[in-house]
């Protein structure tokens, strides 16, 4: 059963920036990977998502131009760089993988069959 390892996350600002991260416990060099979040009382929605075999990236509307999603293969892992955030960022930020894959599926959260346990972003204004 492969687990995906979150770290990252904390209390901001606004306009401040976060750093997550999350890797596979096992190596897969062709996977979409990437977070979805939810705020209290509110849907999870997908965030951004990356195909590692080419890099291809994808990212939700409210977060294009500030967030930004990479892999580093050396470390099997994926970031989320957030940077100038919002108090309507904060919520609880899950990874979510599909693996195997050869395409990333879109936003929409039954299409993924891995998940990290959840890590908590809070914007304060």
């Known amino acids: 059963q492969v687990q995906l390892v979150e770290s990252g996350g904390g209390s901001v600002q606004a306009g401040g920036s976060l750093r997550l991260s999350c890797t596979p416990s096992e190596y897969y060099s062709s996977l979409c990977m990437g977070w979805f979040r939810q705020a209290p009382g509110k849907e999870r929605e997908g965030v951004a998502f990356?195909?590692?075999?080419?890099?291809?990236?994808f990212y939700a509307d409210s977060v294009k131009g500030r967030f930004a999603i990479s892999q580093e293969n050396a470390k099997n892992t994926v970031y989320l760089q957030m940077d100038s955030l919002k108090p309507e960022d904060t919520a609880m930020y899950y990874c979510a993988a599909l693996l195997p894959s050869d395409v990333c599926p879109g936003f929409d959260m039954a299409d993924y069959n891995y998940w990290g346990q959840g890590t908590q972003v809070t914007v304060s204004s």
């Open positions: 990356i195909y590692t075999d080419v890099g291809s990236t």
